[in-house]
């Protein structure tokens, strides 16, 4: 108890000093010092390798000369315009036919495979060409009768491509796989074409589509823009 007594002085002539010291360095005033606003914390660097280091979906293929094949090119048979990069065997580095494989571009999960398609019939063509004389040309729907058989993998960051005109999906593909950059998803066709059913043969190829978001890549973009994006995107990563 004695050494209490001793000590409490001590403690209330140190706080004294301290609420002194305190007051000499703030001044006389007695308004609080207003707190300090933290700066806004600086944005995460952009991910520029998300449209990078894909390759294309088939092997030893490149980019067509051709604007006409690319997006944003005119369609007329559906009054729209194209939505991603046509692979045709006269316009390329590499053969191209019915059959020859389609491999993923990168690396993802499978979220459609269609194994059970049905061909375009004639009835589905005049109903669709009924609907985009009445203006439907670029509904959802429409669109999709005109891919024909498809594979669809998500990236992940909102990017999704899509392999179409596929005569048949590879037998290992499934809704939920996983697959690695590189592996056979389907192969080349000319389903969902109007060619297919008036003048069959004449339309194979592979239709490859990057969706980003609720988009295709490069929408609206004028011809030589498209062109470097699509360049890029094929772009080894270690490439500078």
Not at 222 to 228: H, M
Request: with cysteine; aromatic share 8%.
């Amino acid at each position: 108890m004695r050494r209490i007594s001793r000590v409490l002085p001590l403690l209330i002539a140190s706080a004294a000093l301290f609420a002194a010291a305190c007051g000499a360095v703030s001044g006389s005033s007695s308004t609080a010092t207003p707190t300090t606003v933290p700066p806004t914390p600086t944005p995460e660097t952009p991910d520029l390798t998300i449209f990078r280091g894909f390759i294309y979906p088939i092997k030893g293929a490149c980019l067509p000369d051709s604007d006409k094949l690319m997006p944003n090119a005119p369609r007329e048979y559906r009054g729209g315009v194209h939505e991603g990069v046509d692979f045709y065997d006269y316009d390329n580095c590499t053969k191209i036919g019915k059959g020859t494989a389609i491999v993923a571009a990168k690396d993802g999960v499978v979220v459609r495979a269609d194994h059970d398609y049905h061909a375009l019939t004639q009835a589905e063509l005049s109903a669709a060409e009924k609907r985009i004389s009445e203006g439907q040309a670029n509904d959802p729907d429409i669109l999709d009768l005109f891919r024909g058989r498809q594979v669809w993998i998500d990236h992940g960051k909102g990017i999704v491509t899509r392999y179409a005109h596929t005569s048949d999906v590879a037998a290992s593909i499934h809704v939920g796989d996983t697959v690695k950059q590189g592996d056979v998803i389907a192969f080349v066709g000319d389903s969902g074409t109007p060619e297919s059913i008036t003048n069959p043969g004449t339309e194979e190829h592979p239709h490859f589509e990057l969706r980003t978001g609720d988009t295709f890549l490069g929408k609206s973009l004028p011809p030589a823009e498209v062109r470097a994006i699509y360049q890029r995107l094929f772009t080894p990563l270690s490439t500078p």
